[in-house]
């Protein structure tokens, strides 16, 4: 059994037949010298338009403020 000291006095014992040295059979499907498959990505700010960015870059700059000033008013 193993046990190990987590300090203060308290320690975790794990029985031996526990410890974790079998594998789960897990199996890439590509070859070990292809890299994984590519995955579409499901959004992309780099795909929005100019207006959009500016758009999304603005209401979370207002965000922020709110934020900023809801922190700052007088209690």
Known sequence: MRVRRLGAGYSLA???F???SHS???THSHG??????AQPAPWSI????????LGAALAVSAALWAVVLL????S
Do not use: E, N
């Not at 780099?46 to 960015?53: F, G, S, Y």
């Not at 922190?71 to 007088?74: E, L």
């Open 14 to 16: 794990r029985p031996d």
């Open 18 to 20: 526990m410890a974790h």
């Open 24 to 26: 789960h059979g897990h």
């Open 32 to 37: 070990p010298a292809s890299p994984h498959p």
């Open 46 to 53: 780099l795909r929005m338009t100019l207006p959009a960015r």
């Open 71 to 74: 922190a700052m008013r007088p």
